[in-house]
């Protein structure tokens, strides 16, 4: 693929520049978000922030499809990771029928972790105990990561948020997180190879079953489990590649969302369509290859 190269003006704009105000009143109290990961985060903030492009030296500054890259280290060694993204648009689109079209999502890799840290620390608080992060101003979107063994997932990851983002004015914590972690790996496929799979299957024989009401319940990132995105990755499997009822729940309620037209709780919108979805999602997961 042939990258579009833009030139950027570098002009200095930190006198100009106000640090982020977080507010929880962004989305409707159905849907509010808050910092969800330890090793990923998605941070709104309601006013016109820009983040100053000058601070770190910017090796590489490259235009690719929707996502305008700054990186403070070559990136032709890093052809694969780079690929993996710039595909992800497309896999998004095809997935969901969501647009990824926009603002321009800002990404900006450091060369490691303590340059990333430094460069986050200056705007959201608690940033920099993530090892990468997405943020949301009015008018922007950026994401932030640092090269490390396991960098092109979370680039997938914080990525797929910011094309939520662009496409939806809104989206339950738990379906923004499954969708992340699903569209996180290189090829989502309807086999279910996944790390996920293995720890699911093993809390279903301790006697777990999913519920979309548990998820809904998570409205603060510290209420949040490693079993609650492992959960969430298995919802939206299910929705993507389990009966076509499901299939078309999903499909709706993104549709509903796009329109500006709250749908409520998705476990109310699918109890209607499929009221054992609970059950089918074991059997789904069961299913799956190893």
């Not at 989502?188 to 809390?203: F, M, Q, Y």
Request: net charge positive.
């Amino acid at each position: 693929m042939r990258y579009s190269i833009e030139a950027i003006d570098l002009t200095r704009v930190r006198n100009t520049i106000r640090p982020p105000v977080f507010r929880r009143d962004l989305m409707p109290n159905t849907f509010r978000f808050a910092t969800p990961l330890i090793a990923t985060a998605i941070v709104l903030v309601s006013t016109s922030v820009v983040i100053a492009t000058d601070s770190p030296t910017w090796h590489t500054i490259r235009r690719c499809g929707p996502f305008l890259i700054h990186s403070e280290f070559p990136l032709e060694s890093h052809s694969g990771a780079l690929r993996s993204l710039i595909k992800l648009p497309s896999q998004f689109h095809k997935t969901l029928d969501l647009p990824t079209t926009g603002q321009p999502i800002h990404l900006h890799l450091f060369s490691n972790r303590r340059r990333y840290r430094e460069h986050v620390r200056t705007w959201v608080r608690d940033g920099t105990k993530r090892r990468a992060l997405f943020l949301k101003t009015r008018d922007r979107a950026y994401v932030f990561a640092y090269h490390h063994d396991n960098w092109s997932e979370d680039l997938r990851h914080e990525c797929t948020h910011a094309l939520i983002h662009n496409a939806l004015p809104f989206l339950p914590l738990w379906l923004d997180e499954g969708l992340a972690e699903y569209f996180e790996q290189p090829i989502p496929a309807p086999s279910g190879v996944h790390p996920h799979l293995g720890r699911l299957r093993w809390s279903m024989r301790l006697g777990w079953s999913p519920s979309l009401r548990r998820l809904e319940s998570r409205r603060r990132f510290q209420s949040v489990s490693s079993r609650d995105y492992r959960e969430s990755w298995a919802w939206v499997h299910f929705l993507l590649h389990g009966p076509p009822p499901a299939r078309q729940a999903l499909a709706d309620y993104l549709t509903a969302i796009k329109n500006n037209k709250p749908p409520g709780h998705f476990s109310q919108f699918l109890e209607t369509r499929l009221p054992s979805a609970a059950s089918m999602v074991k059997t789904h997961l069961a299913g799956l290859s190893r």
